[in-house]
């Protein structure tokens, strides 16, 4: 089972860009795809993007496609979600989760467990 930690999140500006970094510290993380989700105040848990176990394949909301790109280090037991051009509609906590095995991935957020705690995203207009 995969302890995830997200970090990165702060307070900027539209148009600004941040990187968000999620480690995982169990033994599997290299065999499953991960996936980035975002939840704002009063609304459910929303697909953000995904990265297979390789890092071969990537799947990204049309909200964000574009603006956003993930990617991941299996070495460093890393994945990054770098987002760029941030609008305020950006604004919620993000959280990244433990995904299908190997290629499968799912926007569904019931697909995904072992979530971190959360890094909050704050957009100002």
């Known amino acids: 089972q995969e302890h995830m930690v997200e970090s990165g999140g702060g307070l900027v500006q539209a148009g600004d860009s941040l990187r968000l970094s999620c480690v995982a510290s169990g033994r599997t993380f290299s065999r499953y795809t991960m996936g980035w989700f975002r939840q704002a105040p009063g609304k459910e848990r929303e697909f953000v993007a995904a990265?297979?176990?390789?890092?071969?394949?990537?799947y990204y909301a049309d909200s964000v496609k574009g603006r956003f790109t993930i990617s991941r280090d299996n070495a460093k037991n890393t994945v990054y979600l770098q987002m760029n051009s941030l609008k305020p509609e950006d604004t919620a906590v993000y959280y990244c989760?433990?995904?299908?095995?190997?290629?499968?991935?799912?926007?569904?957020?019931?697909?995904?467990?072992?979530w971190g705690q959360g890094t909050q995203v704050t957009v100002s207009s």
């Open positions: 989760g433990e995904g299908g095995y190997g290629n499968n991935w799912s926007r569904s957020p019931a697909m995904y467990d072992d």
């Open positions: 990265i297979t176990s390789s890092g071969g394949n990537t």
